[in-house]
């Protein structure tokens, strides 16, 4: 079975501030990892995956995400944060090939000040 | 962009009728899902359809849900004699490479059961 942490309920932060969002997994098999976002009274809209391959994995509007096998652990960055980047964030984990269920974490609502 | 859509938006019942949630998940995808998110908690898998059967599902999801693909285009979930605690958004999700691949989410049916 796996189960998603993410440890920061709340991140508040100012406009143009780097964020990170912190995300750890447990699973006694290989993973599939995402993260969602969700804005207000709106669906869960996919950010990013790792699936396999390069451990740095792109998404849209300008996050980024490391998948750490050692430290299990999947955070999103963005170097930048924007007023409209208010939202929930949703860290996600699947078993990679023996299960169609994702995991996900409590959330963590980012709140961008100006 | 092709996206997963769901009707109705809010759907108001009273406790013990029968309720049908419709989705129509995005057109080339053949793996469908739903979810459910109870306020202020976690997104909860329900159930996963693949080929007119269902793979996958859910301590949650008993003999009260049913779902069903009726036509090539809609997938639904029927709960029969909805309850309190049944209120909740609930998320329809497609999956072009199931298994393999990353989920899209629709923007969720909020149920409210009086």
């Known amino acids: 079975a796996q189960s998603v942490t993410q440890l920061d309920s709340q991140v508040p932060v100012f406009e143009e501030a780097p964020v990170e969002l912190r995300c750890n997994y447990s699973?006694?098999?290989?993973?599939?990892l995402f993260w969602y976002v969700q804005y207000p009274n709106q669906g869960l809209q996919l950010l990013l995956k790792y699936l396999s391959g390069s451990t740095l994995v792109k998404g849209i509007n300008g996050f980024e995400a490391e998948f750490n096998k050692s430290q299990t652990s999947f955070h999103l960055r963005k170097p930048s944060v924007h007023i409209s980047d208010t939202a929930e964030y949703f860290c996600?984990?699947?078993?990679?090939?023996?299960?169609?269920?994702?995991?996900f974490g409590t959330g963590t609502r980012l709140q961008v000040f100006p | 962009e092709p996206e997963v859509t769901q009707t109705p938006s809010h759907q108001v019942t009273q406790m013990g009728q029968e309720v049908i949630l419709r989705c129509v998940p995005i057109?080339?995808?053949?793996?469908f899902y739903w979810y459910r998110q109870i306020l202020g908690q976690k997104v909860e898998f329900l159930v996963s359809f693949y080929n007119n059967e269902i793979s996958e599902k859910s301590e949650i999801f008993d003999d009260q849900f049913s779902v069903e693909r009726p036509d090539g285009s809609n997938f639904t979930l029927k709960i029969r004699s909805t309850k309190l605690e049944d209120s909740a958004m609930y998320f329809c999700?497609?999956?072009?490479?199931?298994?393999?691949?990353?989920?899209?989410f629709g923007p969720g049916t909020r149920l409210t059961v009086l």
């Open positions: 057109s080339n995808h053949l793996y």
């Open positions: 999700a497609s999956s072009e490479r199931g298994r393999q691949g990353e989920q899209f």
């Open positions: 996600a984990v699947k078993g990679s090939y023996n299960t169609d269920k994702l995991i």
């Open positions: 699973s006694s098999v290989s993973v599939y």
